[in-house]
């Protein structure tokens, strides 16, 4: 089915420490996974992707982990900066009858960043 | 500036009245969409277009009406919508609709229905 759900609703954290955000799946066919990353008063803005042949993709201090076995998939960003509070959300492609590729998106992790 | 930008940013409507969102893409992009942000709910895709043709229509009531006049322009017509249609409505484009396509997201329009 079309489910995609996140563990922890809110995560606080200490500046300079690392962040964890977890997401589940619940679609085994999903071939592509996006993490979204909102300010408040903005819309989602694109953070890191990984395909489903990959289980390990960095960026610059973001690393996102996909674990196809469990549906498991999770965003880490190092050295965690006042700038990085926000909602996180991870999102899942999905094909369609109309060939267009769905994105799904779960109900997002807000991240606080204390100095 | 992601080069989407929507308009207005906040709109207080009566369930009576009629009203539209407009979104405007820079980013020569051929595919547009419609989303709805609640309160602790994920994302809801309402309308998806692809060089100016309708693909998806989620499901949505008729008293939401898109229109994309071109590739670069989305409009989202409102018409005696409900309270509980109060949300923002984010706007997004992106090259295509197949795999791997990144969406580009306007700051939307926080609505509220009286």
């Known amino acids: 089915g079309e489910s995609v759900g996140l563990h922890l609703p809110t995560l606080s954290v200490q500046e300079g420490d690392n962040s964890i955000i977890n997401c589940a799946y619940s679609n085994s066919a999903s071939d592509y996974f996006i993490w979204y990353k909102q300010e408040s008063g903005k819309g989602p803005q694109f953070i890191i992707d990984?395909?489903?042949?990959?289980d390990k993709r960095q960026g610059q201090r973001v690393t996102v982990l996909l674990n196809k076995t469990v549906k498991h998939l999770s965003l880490q960003i190092a050295a965690t900066q006042p700038g990085d509070s926000a909602v996180y959300f991870c999102a899942e492609t999905l094909p369609t009858d109309t060939g267009f590729q769905k994105l799904v998106f779960g109900t997002g992790t807000r991240l606080l960043v204390s100095p | 500036e992601t080069g989407v930008t929507q308009t207005p940013r906040h709109l207080v409507m009566g369930m009576t009245n009629k009203k539209s969102l407009k979104c405007e893409q820079h980013?020569?992009?051929?595919?547009m969409y419609w989303y709805k942000q609640s309160a602790k709910k994920p994302l809801e895709l309402m309308f998806v277009y692809s060089l100016e043709e309708r693909v998806e229509n989620n499901s949505v009531p008729s008293r939401f009406s898109p229109e994309c006049p071109n590739s670069s322009h989305l409009f989202l017509h409102l018409h005696t919508l409900q309270p509980e249609d109060s949300a923002l409505y984010l706007c997004a484009s992106s090259l295509g609709t197949g795999l791997n396509e990144k969406l580009f997201f306007g700051s939307g329009t926080q609505l509220s229905v009286l």
């Open positions: 980013l020569g992009h051929n595919a």
């Open positions: 990984i395909r489903s042949n990959m």
